[in-house]
């Protein structure tokens, strides 16, 4: 299984469509939980972090279920410039607890925004 | 806004040839990381650098890669004898915490 598995898309949506996007991961001890997003030959850059009891930024709203070991994010009212490729990223844990903050990426998963 | 700066931002280079890319980190920050991404690919994780050691690496990291802080501002990855497949963007971050990332805008190294 995938350390962190994303539904690639594409994903192309009219704006002021609503977009969902999930992601699974396997190691049950990570710790910490993000969507990213990416634009075409550019950095990474943090959309939100993600905590168990759901958070909402704006039009974003995103959700943790660690039970299923699943995130979602959700995308209200899309906007031309949301079209992107939205990472999941999680922060694992080492075996003996440890973490020094690396990252592990999902694949991506591409959005288009069209008028 | 404090930013991760990156340089340069495309080395071409033959195989077999040695490459430095450099990144100056964020001053105050603590940790500090590279990541590579293969063009179509995803981002992945080389190798984190904490109190002026490596604290953990990826298998990708292998005997061919090394990294540095050879002056307390800048952060180094070599690669030593590059090949095809190590034609990538690279990445350089740093963090106070894992919830404040800051990436810089790549390295595209191109191996021929």
């Known amino acids: 299984r995938k350390e962190v598995e994303q539904d690639p898309g594409p994903f192309n949506v009219p704006e002021g469509a609503t977009v969902a996007f999930n992601c699974t991961y396997s190691?049950?001890?990570?710790?910490?939980f993000f969507w990213y997003r990416q634009d075409c030959r550019k950095e990474p850059k943090l959309l939100m972090s993600?905590?168990?009891s759901g958070n909402e930024d704006g039009r974003f709203t995103a959700q943790l279920n660690r039970a299923s070991q699943y995130i979602s994010l959700l995308i209200r009212d899309s906007k031309l410039s949301d079209s992107a490729t939205y990472l999941c990223?999680?922060?694992?844990?080492?075996?003996?607890?440890?973490?020094?903050?690396?990252?592990?990426f999902g694949q991506g998963t591409i959005l288009t925004v069209h008028p | 806004e404090p930013e991760v700066t990156q340089t340069p931002s495309h080395q071409v280079t033959q195989m077999g040839q040695e490459v430095i890319l450099r990144c100056v980190p964020i001053?105050?920050?603590?940790?500090f990381y590279w990541y590579r991404q293969i063009l179509g690919q995803k981002v992945e994780f080389l190798v984190s650098f904490y109190n002026n050691e490596i604290s953990e690496k990826s298998e990708i990291f292998d005997d061919q890669f090394s990294v540095e802080r050879p002056d307390g501002s800048n952060f180094t990855l070599k690669i030593r004898s590059t090949k095809l497949e190590d034609s990538a963007m690279y990445f350089c971050a740093s963090i106070e915490t894992v919830h404040g990332y800051t990436f810089g805008s790549g390295t595209r190294l191109t191996v021929v």
């Open positions: 990223v999680v922060n694992p844990v080492r075996a003996g607890g440890t973490s020094y903050g690396k990252l592990t």
């Open positions: 190691n049950s001890a990570s710790q910490s």
């Open positions: 001053s105050n920050h603590l940790y």
């Open positions: 993600v905590y168990s």
